[in-house]
């Protein structure tokens, strides 16, 4: 820095005040984020999550199969135990009083186990129908899936 330079910015010439103005404006831009920016942000996250799960589905293409396997595997035991203890507790309405009651436990029991899966059912549905939204669900599935919820 030369000794004019030095001299401007110690006695502020009009390029030093200028230059001063600036960093202030700058400054004080930086400390504001608005609710454009705001989304902007967010619009441009979105994308990103979009692109990287388009990446990672063209990058593990070759497991289509076994994806669709463990989905169908685990979407229909947790339909079935629905099922069954729907079938079961309409079945103990017309059973004797005992039964009844064996069969109100056995669908309850059955009720609670596909609870328990029903987060992983939920981040499947998400992955085959609702890719674009899967931030949106995860959070929730997750919670679920671990008993949080």
């Known amino acids: 820095m030369g000794m004019t330079a030095l001299l401007g910015r110690v006695f502020g010439t009009e390029k030093a005040m200028e230059a001063a103005v600036e960093g ?5 831009d930086a400390l ?3 609710e454009e920016e705001k989304a902007n942000e967010a619009a441009k996250d979105r994308a990103e999550a979009r692109s990287m799960v388009i ?6 293409n070759g ?7 463990i989905a169908l595997s685990i979407t229909s035991v947790w339909l079935m135990q629905y099922i069954f203890a ?3 507790s309409i079945a103990g309405v017309f059973s004797s009083a005992d039964a009844q009651d064996q069969l ?3 669908a309850e029991m059955t009720t609670k186990h596909a609870d328990g899966m029903t987060g992983a ?4 549905l998400a992955f085959y129908f609702a890719a674009p939204h899967m931030d ?5 599935a997750l919670g679920r899936f671990g008993g949080r919820s």
């Open 24 to 28: 202030v404006s700058k400054g004080l």
């Open 32 to 34: 504001v984020y608005t």
């Open 55 to 60: 990446r990672w589905m063209e990058a593990t």
């Open 63 to 69: 497991q289509h199969l076994a994806r669709r396997v």
């Open 86 to 88: 729907w079938v079961v």
């Open 104 to 106: 109100a436990k056995a």
């Open 121 to 124: 059912v939920m981040l499947i």
């Open 136 to 140: 949106k669900i995860v959070g929730t």
